[in-house]
C-alpha cells in the first residue's frame, strides 16, 4: 500500500498527541484557486465542522482542543454552509490571497514589510565576543557571572525560521522541538525550519535567535541566555514572509504541546494591521490566534512580543491603516476603533515590549501607551547572527523584543516551578524604571510605569540571582502595615520592615524599595539587616508629588535568595475627602461567551489622579481601563474580555475609583450568552 509523506507526517504528529484530529480528516495541499478559512468551533467539538468542512473543500489541519480548523476551499459559499453547522461559532477567511502552490508562493510582488527589519554592518564569522553594547544596559554581561540559564528552558522563536547551522546557533539549538507551520500544517521534516533565500527578512528569525541564546564559544556574539536552549517554529511563508494566522495558531499550539517555557513573536498577524470585529475574516483571525496563545500560557508558556515599528499611540481613540491587507489590494482604513486590534500584540496575557537606545532614550519607530507597554529593552543597532555564519545589525522592535524573551528565559531557570502569572510579575517588579524624561514629549505616566518603557527596561542580573533558596535555606520578608498614608504632596510617613528565618542560618539582608513616584523617596533604618531583624522604612514626599495610590515593593536579598513583600502609598491632596461620583454609559452590557471588543464607557468625578478598577469580576472575565488613571470629569473605555471557562449568566462587577482618601464605586451588571 503507497501512504503519502503528508499522511505519515501527521500519523507521527497524533501519536505524540500533538492534536486530537485523525488522519482522514487531513487532506492534501489545496489547489491554486483555493481560499484560506479559520473554522471557529466550541472547543473539543468539531467534529461535524470537520465533516461539513471535507464536504465542501478540505481541512488541512485541526485544532480540536482550541477549537480552530484550518480549511481551503475553491466554493464561494463556503462560509454560509458551513456557518449553520452544529458547534461553529465563526468562519472567515485568513488571507485575502489564494492559497498558492509550487512556484506561485514565490512568484509574489513584494511588498513593504515595517517588521522584518533590514540588515546592516554585515560582517562574517569573528573569532572573538565583545560585549555588545544591549548587554550591558540590561545587565545580561553581569548576569553571566552569576548564571547563564538552564538548558532545560526552551524558548520557541516564532518566526521566518533559523539558521540552526549557524556557529553561534548550532549548540544551543534544539532540533528535536523545531517544526515549520507554513499552512498551519505542523512539518517536523528535517531543516524544514530553515529560512530560504528568496524570502523577505529571511534573516530575521536566526538574528533573534542570536539574541537570545548565543553561544558564549569566543565567537562573534554572547545571547541574553547563552546556557538555555532554543528551537525553530518557522510561521513565515511564501516571498513576502507572510505570517498568516493558521501559522501563528500552529506555533502556539506547538509551543504548549512541546513544553517551550517562552515564546518570541516579533511581528503583526498577516495581512491586517488591525483586525477588526466587524469583518468575518479579522474577526476569526483574532479569535484563533487568541486560543491558540491562551492555550501555550495556559500550558506554562511565556508568550514576549514585539509592539511594532509604526510609532503609534495604542491608547489612541482612533487608528489608521493605509497598508492592508498586504498580500492583496490595498485600501485606506482611516479612524478604526479600538475595537480593531493589532493581534497577537492585543491579546490578554502578551508581554509587549518597546525599544530603547544606545545613548539611554526611546527608539521613535517604537509603538506605545500606557498599560499597553509592559517592558522595555535594547531596539536600535542591536547586533546579531545572521545566516551563514554572518553577523550584523537591525534595528526595531523586532530586536528589542528577543532581550526580554532571554531574560524570561534566566527567570524560568532561576525559578523552574514558577507560572507564567509568576514570571510575569518577577519580570515587571525586577524591571529598571526608565522615566518619561527618557523618552522625550508625548509620553504619559510615572518614573515607574509609563508610556513608552511601561514597567522599565528589563533587568537580566536581577533576574539571574533572584533564585530559589538553596536547600535549606530560606527567609520571608513583610512590612507591619498595608498601607502609609500622606495626607497632602510634602508629608512624609514610615513602617517597619520585617524579616523572619524560614529556615537554615540567619543571613545579612539588603533592602530596597521599587515602585516609588516622582517626588518620594525612601531609606531604610538600617539598610541591612540579618535574618529575622527589622528595619524602619521612612517615605518623604515633596510638594511635587502627585496625589494617587501606588503600589511599593520591598525587596531582601540574601546570598540564597531574595524575598518581596508589597504595601500601598497613598497620597492625599488638599481636595476635601469625600466620595468620588463613577458613571457608566450603560447599566448592563451583554457579552457571547468566548469573545473580545465589547466596551463601555466608565466617568469620574471628584478629585485629579484617579485610579479606576474592577472587583468582583469571575473567573472567565477580564477587564481593561484605557486610560486606568483619569482626572475628574475624565472618561475611560473599559474593554471586557470573556474567555471559554466562563458560564452563561449574569455577573455583577465592582467598578471602583480611588484618588488618595477618596473613594467610590458602582456597579455594572455583565450578561454573558452562550
Not at 533 to 540: I, M, R
Not at 559 to 565: E, K, Q
Not at 645 to 662: D, E, F, M
Request: hydrophobic fraction near 35%; include cysteine.
Amino acid at each position: 500500500m503507497r501512504v503519502s509523506r503528508a499522511a505519515l507526517v501527521v500519523t507521527a504528529l497524533l501519536a505524540c498527541g500533538y492534536a486530537t484530529t485523525t488522519v482522514a480528516t487531513v487532506s492534501p495541499v489545496a489547489q491554486a484557486a483555493d481560499s484560506a478559512y479559520l473554522v471557529i468551533t466550541e472547543p473539543g467539538n468539531t467534529q461535524a465542522a470537520k465533516d461539513a468542512v471535507a464536504q465542501n473543500g478540505k481541512v488541512a489541519f485541526a485544532y480540536d482542543k482550541i477549537g480552530v480548523i484550518v480549511a481551503r476551499s475553491g466554493n464561494a459559499d463556503f462560509a454560509e454552509k458551513l456557518k449553520p453547522v452544529s458547534g461553529v461559532q465563526q468562519v472567515g477567511k485568513s488571507r485575502t490571497a489564494s492559497v498558492p502552490s509550487g512556484a506561485a508562493m514565490w512568484g509574489a510582488t513584494k511588498v513593504d514589510r515595517p517588521m522584518l527589519e533590514p540588515s546592516s554592518n554585515v560582517t562574517g564569522g569573528a573569532a572573538a565576543e565583545p560585549v555588545e553594547w544591549d548587554m550591558k544596559q540590561i545587565k545580561a554581561d553581569q548576569a553571566w557571572s552569576v548564571t547563564t540559564g538552564s538548558k532545560d528552558v526552551v524558548t520557541g522563536i516564532l518566526d521566518t525560521g533559523v539558521d540552526d547551522t549557524h556557529e553561534d546557533l548550532s549548540a544551543n539549538f534544539d532540533a528535536s522541538k523545531s517544526v515549520s507551520c507554513v499552512g498551519g500544517v505542523p512539518n517536523t521534516a528535517s531543516g524544514s525550519w530553515r529560512p530560504k533565500s528568496n524570502e523577505s527578512g529571511s534573516d530575521h528569525g536566526t538574528h533573534v535567535a542570536g539574541t537570545i541564546a548565543a553561544a558564549q564559544n569566543n565567537k562573534g556574539i554572547v545571547g541574553v541566555a547563552p546556557g538555555t536552549k532554543i528551537a525553530a517554529v518557522k510561521v513565515a511563508e511564501g516571498a513576502n514572509s507572510w505570517f498568516y494566522a493558521e501559522n501563528v495558531i500552529c506555533g502556539f499550539v506547538w509551543a504548549a504541546e512541546h513544553k517551550f517555557k517562552v515564546t518570541n513573536n516579533s511581528y503583526y498577524v498577516d495581512p491586517w494591521l488591525y483586525n477588526c470585529p466587524d469583518d468575518a475574516g479579522q474577526k476569526a483571525i483574532a479569535e484563533g490566534v487568541k486560543r491558540a496563545a491562551q492555550y501555550a500560557y495556559n500550558g506554562g508558556v511565556v508568550n514576549v512580543a514585539a509592539i511594532g515599528n509604526q510609532g503609534s499611540d495604542f491608547t489612541a481613540k482612533t487608528r489608521s491603516d493605509s497598508s492592508s491587507p498586504n498580500d492583496g489590494s490595498t485600501t485606506n482604513r482611516p479612524n478604526l476603533s479600538k475595537d480593531c486590534l493589532s493581534i497577537p500584540q492585543e491579546i490578554p496575557g502578551m508581554i509587549n515590549v518597546s525599544g530603547t537606545t544606545s545613548s539611554g532614550g526611546r527608539y521613535t519607530g517604537s509603538n506605545y501607551g500606557l498599560n499597553v507597554v509592559d517592558v522595555a529593552a535594547p531596539g536600535q543597532d542591536v547586533k546579531s547572527t545572521l545566516p551563514g555564519n554572518q553577523y550584523g545589525s537591525k534595528t526595531g522592535t523586532s530586536m528589542a523584543s528577543p532581550h526580554v524573551a532571554g531574560v524570561v528565559a534566566l527567570l524560568a531557570s532561576t525559578h523552574p516551578n514558577a507560572s507564567p502569572d509568576e514570571l510575569k510579575k518577577l519580570l515587571f517588579t525586577e524591571a529598571q524604571d526608565w522615566p518619561c524624561s527618557k523618552g522625550g514629549a508625548g509620553c504619559t505616566g510615572t518614573d515607574a510605569k509609563n508610556s513608552y518603557f511601561g514597567e522599565g527596561v528589563v533587568d537580566a542580573l536581577k533576574a539571574a540571582q533572584s533564585d530559589e533558596p538553596a536547600p535549606g535555606q530560606d527567609f520571608s520578608v513583610s512590612t507591619d502595615q498595608p498601607s502609609v498614608k500622606l495626607a497632602k504632596p510634602g508629608d512624609s510617613g514610615a513602617l517597619t520592615v520585617k524579616t523572619a528565618l524560614v529556615k537554615g542560618d540567619a543571613q545579612q539582608l539588603d533592602l530596597s524599595a521599587a515602585g516609588l513616584p516622582a517626588g518620594v523617596s525612601a531609606s531604610f533604618d538600617p539598610a541591612s539587616v540579618k535574618s529575622g531583624d527589622s528595619s524602619k522604612l521612612s517615605l518623604t514626599s515633596t510638594s511635587s508629588a502627585k496625589a494617587g495610590s501606588y503600589r511599593i515593593t520591598v525587596t531582601a536579598k540574601g546570598t540564597s535568595a531574595s524575598r518581596s513583600a508589597e504595601f500601598e502609598l497613598v497620597i492625599g491632596s488638599d481636595t476635601p475627602s469625600g466620595a468620588l461620583s463613577l458613571s457608566t454609559s450603560v447599566p448592563k452590557l451583554t457579552i457571547k461567551k468566548g469573545s473580545f471588543g465589547s466596551n463601555f464607557t466608565l466617568t469620574a468625578s471628584g478629585a485629579d489622579n484617579i485610579q479606576l478598577s474592577a472587583a468582583n469580576v469571575p473567573d472567565g472575565l477580564s477587564f481593561f481601563f484605557n486610560p486606568q488613571t483619569v482626572n475628574s470629569g475624565g472618561s475611560s473605555t473599559v474593554g471586557v474580555w470573556s474567555w471559554f471557562s466562563i458560564q452563561p449568566g449574569s455577573y455583577q462587577v465592582t467598578l471602583n475609583a480611588k484618588s488618595g482618601t477618596q473613594t467610590g464605586s458602582t456597579v455594572i451588571t455583565i450578561e454573558v450568552t452562550a
